[in-house]
């Protein structure tokens, strides 16, 4: 027993040594022989900071602009091709054989397809901005439910750490046993081993908000509390809302984008290649193949956001439980609080009452923030988005 709880305490005071890669200013030491894990300082950095400042600081983002950028440019050039075709004010005639018909491909079609692949880029960055808020603000509220739980395994492990002083005051006194602290020990020992698992989520939490803004791993970082309320999402027009999602999808625009991109170019070439029969029939194809997709898309769609929502409402269902869960916690710690008032328990079970109705409330507070994270994003992905509608419901399996 004794082995066992040296072990426990060594792990625990490992715990409280500062990680300067992963961790932030403040995981230095631990108070006495507490053997308390001190979580990050909570100051500087606030959800909205963090938020504000993903455009700026996303690799992935910047990697967008840059694609945008490059995008932009080949708009320009061949813009410019047109301008020369048309300054030229060459007819038909003029051109050799075959090569009108490429000519007129170049003026009318390509600058389309150009603006519609910066089109798409622009739409590729803002779900990608959009799926990183989103994450960050998932990280965020992790780190900061971690933190709260530790403070209760530490707060435990504290007035149980006094209740072994007074026990052992005791013993030396001779009114008490050896073995009266034995199962205080105990007790501290499983707290102890409870600290390990919200300290790793809390600093893998904080991993992931420095990857995501691109920081320095050894930078110090502090976050500011912060936690979501519950808010029912109103899913009473839910079809209407679904359908007119669908309508306004960006997936389904832009094949609607191609298809009138091909028939300018189904047209050019039937009007203009007549000595070849391949480039107007391999047009034919491809806009027939596009049109064809419209029905998949919109089929996909529907599927994507009725997931999606279904996802949402799994969530919701859970916080309604772990509500009801945080009622019967409640209760048992008033029941407990009163036995030990009238002294029929002890301060070390009135503590382990107080310490199961403070997790429930960890547990809460996360199936919460979770349900509202995910609700943004439903609200997001009903904007046209049924790319971010999938991402939602294959998450959830």
């Known amino acids: 027993m004794k082995k066992n709880l040296s072990f426990l305490i060594a792990l625990a005071m490992s715990l409280t040594v500062s990680t300067s890669c992963l961790a932030a200013t403040n995981l230095a030491t631990a108070s006495d ?19 504000n400042s993903v455009e700026d600081s996303s690799l992935e983002v910047q990697s967008l602009n840059k694609k945008i950028d490059s995008l932009k ?6 813009q410019m091709q047109v301008t020369f075709i048309n300054v030229s004010n060459k007819s ?18 390509t600058p389309l397809l150009d603006q519609k692949n910066i089109d798409d880029t622009e739409n590729s960055k ?47 006194l001779g009114q008490l046993t050896k073995d009266s602290v034995n199962s205080l020990n105990v007790q501290k020992s499983q707290l102890v081993s409870q600290l390990s698992a919200p300290y790793t989520q809390q600093q893998q939490a904080i991993l992931n908000i420095k990857k995501s803004l691109n920081m320095d791993l050894n930078t110090a970082l502090n976050l500011a509390d912060a936690k979501k309320n519950f808010v029912k999402f109103n899913d009473a027009d839910i079809e ?35 000595n070849s029969l391949i480039e107007p029939m391999n047009s034919k194809l491809t806009l027939e193949d596009l049109q064809n997709k419209v029905d998949d898309t919109v089929s996909n769609s529907y599927v994507s956001f009725w997931k999606a929502y279904y996802a949402l409402k799994n969530k919701e269902d859970n916080v309604q439980a772990q509500l ?39 547990a809460t507070q996360q199936a919460i923030n979770d349900y509202m994270i995910t609700q943004g994003q439903f609200n997001y992905a009903l904007d046209g988005h049924s790319t971010i509608a999938a991402n939602i419901g294959a998450s959830a399996q």
């Open 73 to 78: 440019k080949v708009l320009d050039n061949d």
């Open 324 to 362: 009801v869960a945080q009622e019967s916690a409640q209760l048992a710690y008033n029941k407990a609080l009163a036995s030990f008032n009238n002294g029929m328990i002890d301060k070390v079970s009135l503590d382990s009452a107080e310490l199961s109705l403070n997790t429930q409330k960890v």
């Open 240 to 274: 209407d809302k679904i359908k007119e999602a669908v309508s306004r999808d960006y997936n389904l625009k832009s094949i609607q984008k191609n298809i009138d991109i091909q028939k300018i170019q189904v047209d050019i070439q039937t009007k203009y290649a007549y």
């Open 126 to 172: 803002n779900e990608r901005v959009n799926s990183i808020k989103f994450d960050l603000e998932k990280q965020y509220m992790n780190a900061i439910t971690a933190k709260n739980q530790i403070d209760n395994i530490n707060k435990n492990i504290a007035d149980l750490d006094e209740q072994i002083k007074q026990t052992q005051a005791k013993i030396d």
């Open 33 to 51: 022989n507490n053997n308390k894990v001190t979580s990050i300082n909570i100051s500087d950095l606030t959800l909205d900071k963090a938020l």
């Open 92 to 109: 038909q005639s003029q051109y050799p054989n075959g090569k009108y018909a490429g000519v007129m491909i170049q003026k009318e079609v």
